[in-house]
């Protein structure tokens, strides 16, 4: 069956360092992955989108490897800050018909120490 | 401001009663999805909408109804035959771009905390 593993339930990383999280699938052939923030009660909100045919994409701070080889994403936020302390969710949906569905993973609760 | 609105936030239902989940978007947005999120589970599909009129069980859909008879609207009933329904909603729309292959981004509103008592 599919399956989506965010690498730890929880990060913690001193202020200014970079955080990196990653999201391993397997029996899965997705043609996209996106990264999504969450904090505590509320809704996910979309960060960064990486297609199976690109390496990496970055905006800001962030940037997502995209390694179809190894089925692996990585997450990274640079010069880490307390604000960035949430719940980072992982999701990706196959080609074609399916795409409709993005499949998430668990989260990775990042935190941030001053 | 363009946005998904759910409502209510909280929601406390008593054992065999019904309850209903607004979910109420201005994004002119086609497919409207129904996640539900446990703690320590990532986010599981209850039904998608991709136009009016129509809509698909996701992975979860038993003890769940929903209705599409306008754009703007998708509404989730949670029924009595739903055995476990104390959980997070979340209601997303997305562009239906997706369709022709770009995959867009899911616009999720803020939730509602169901809890039975």
């Known amino acids: 069956s599919q399956k989506i593993e965010q690498n730890s339930e929880a990060l913690n990383i001193q202020e200014g360092k970079t955080a990196t999280l990653t999201c391993n699938y397997t029996n899965y052939s997705p043609a996209y992955l996106q990264w999504y923030r969450q904090d505590p009660g509320r809704g996910p909100v979309f960060l960064l989108l990486?297609?199976?045919?690109?390496k990496e994409k970055r905006k800001e701070r962030l940037k997502v490897t995209f390694d179809t080889t190894l089925k692996q994403s990585l997450f990274h936020i640079t010069a880490s800050q307390p604000a960035d302390s949430a719940t980072y969710l992982c999701a990706l949906a196959p080609s074609g018909a399916g795409s409709y569905q993005l499949t998430f993973g668990k989260g990775t609760k990042l935190s941030v120490i001053p | 401001d363009g946005g998904i609105t759910q409502s209510p936030k909280y929601l406390f239902r008593k054992e065999g009663q019904n309850v209903t989940l607004s979910c109420e978007q201005n994004?002119?947005?086609?497919?409207m999805y129904w996640y539900r999120q446990d703690p320590g589970q990532g986010l599981r599909l209850i039904y998608y909408?991709?136009?009016?009129?129509?809509?698909q069980k996701g992975d979860i859909a038993e003890g769940y109804s929903v209705s599409r008879e306008k754009k703007e609207s998708f509404p989730l009933t949670v029924t009595s035959a739903q055995k476990n329904p104390t959980a997070f909603y979340l209601c997303a729309s997305r562009d239906r771009g997706w369709l022709a292959g770009d995959p867009g981004e899911l616009f999720f509103g803020e939730g509602s905390r169901l809890t039975v008592l």
């Open positions: 990486i297609r199976e045919n690109e």
């Open positions: 909408s991709q136009i009016v009129n129509d809509f």
């Open positions: 994004l002119n947005h086609d497919a």
